[in-house]
Structures are given as C-alpha cells and as structure tokens.
C-alpha cells in the first residue's frame, strides 16, 4: 500500500511549485570546429620552417614541427563550458566586475602571441552568473585569431545576449608581438579597447563606476 503524505505537506508542495520558477538549463558552449589535422599541421610546419632556412634535420629540431602543430592546435582549442546562470533572488543591482581575467590569443595578421587581461562586469538583471564563466567566455573567443577590437566586443555582446543583463563592460588591455617584437619594436606598449552596454553606455554614474574600478579613465 502506499503511504500519501499529509495533506499540509501536500498544500506546501503545491504552493511551492507555484511560487517556484522551474531552474533554467544550463547552456552548453561548445567551440565549431572542422577538425584539426594534426598531421597536416606538422608536415606544413616542417615546409614552413625549411622555406626559411632552418634545418629541420638536427637533433634539437628534429621535433619542433610538431610541436609547433600542437601548440597552435592547443591556442586554437576553447575547451567546452556550462554557461550556469542563477536567479537574483536578492534583486542585486549593482556592479559584479572580474578584473585581471588572462587573455592570450594570436593576431590573425602575424599568427604573433597577444598576451593581456581582461576587466569583465555587468549589472545584473533577473539572472547572475557563475563568476569562473566570465573568464569561461574570454578564453573562448579568444582561442582563435584575432583582433583585439573584435574580441573585446564578441565577448561584450555575447553576455549582452545570454545573460540578459542591464548592462555590460568589457576592457582589454594587451601587449601585441607583433608591434613589440617585429616592425616598429616598440617595446613595452600595450593596447587598450573598451565596449559598454546597456546602462554601463548610456548611464554616466554607472559608465564612470565601472572604468573607475577597472582604473580606466573615461
């Protein structure tokens, strides 16, 4: 025979499916990719290397091919994420801001290494988000060639578009190989853009908030 609950726990249960709205289910981001050929990649490498006059045949180089193939094959990997989101119960309004998030990526004009950090906030709406996810999203669209302009503004808008937020504040700050190492060497330069959203752009308070705390001046 089965044992029903009490009618009091049976009213409670009803009130709180009610009251309670269903959880919403994880996003699964997840990278498109054609696949990478390994073994192309190292045979290419191995060409590369030989059209420049470096003896691929030593000791010491015999390998590099493919760990030139692995390398760039790990740079253009993102691994795989939950984009997990939680209510705001508390009706949190203020600024939740991710400074100093690393970003590596490779210039798409060089194939070069940019290196730099990342400032990340947003102004919570009916939602927040796992904070690890912020620096989630920074890697996966850094682990591509890029440009720096199109990277500070996918990630902008990308959380602009799944979190729903009132506002969103993207700064990157990043030094390029490609103007320190090659061309005008100008060592020790970085480079600095910015994307705003939301309230973060059309609302001076919270615009100034946010630069203020990731030290940038508007």
């Avoid at 795989?80 to 210039?107: H, K, M, Q, S, W």
């Avoid at 798409?108 to 939602?127: D, K, S, T």
Wanted: hydrophobic fraction near 40%; glycine fraction near 8%; proline fraction near 6%.
């Amino acid at each position: 025979m089965t044992d029903f609950p009490a009618q009091t726990s049976l009213r409670s249960d009803l009130l709180d499916q009610e009251t309670t709205a269903p959880a919403r289910p994880a996003l699964r981001v997840v990278h498109e990719s054609d696949g990478i050929d390994l073994a192309a990649a190292e045979a290419a490498a191995g060409r590369f290397l030989d059209a420049l006059g470096i003896d691929t045949a030593s000791e010491s180089l015999r390998g590099t091919p493919g760990r030139m193939a692995r390398a760039y094959a790990e740079l253009f990997s993102p691994r795989p994420f939950d984009l997990t989101t939680f209510p705001n119960d508390e009706g949190y309004d203020e600024l939740v801001l991710a400074r100093r998030i690393p970003v590596r990526t490779v210039c798409e004009h060089h194939l070069l290494p940019v290196v730099g950090v990342a400032h990340v906030g947003y102004l919570p709406g009916a939602r927040i988000l796992g904070l690890s996810k912020l620096a989630r999203v920074v890697e996966h669209f850094a682990c591509r060639p890029q440009v720096q302009e199109r990277l500070t503004k996918q990630v902008a808008e990308w959380l602009q578009a799944h979190l729903e937020p009132k506002g969103v504040g993207v700064v990157i700050e990043a030094e390029h190989s490609c103007m320190t190492l090659r061309g005008v060497q100008a060592t020790g330069s970085d480079t600095l853009t910015s994307t705003l959203l939301g309230l973060l752009r059309s609302d001076a308070r919270s615009r100034g908030e946010f630069l203020a705390l990731t030290r940038v001046t508007s």
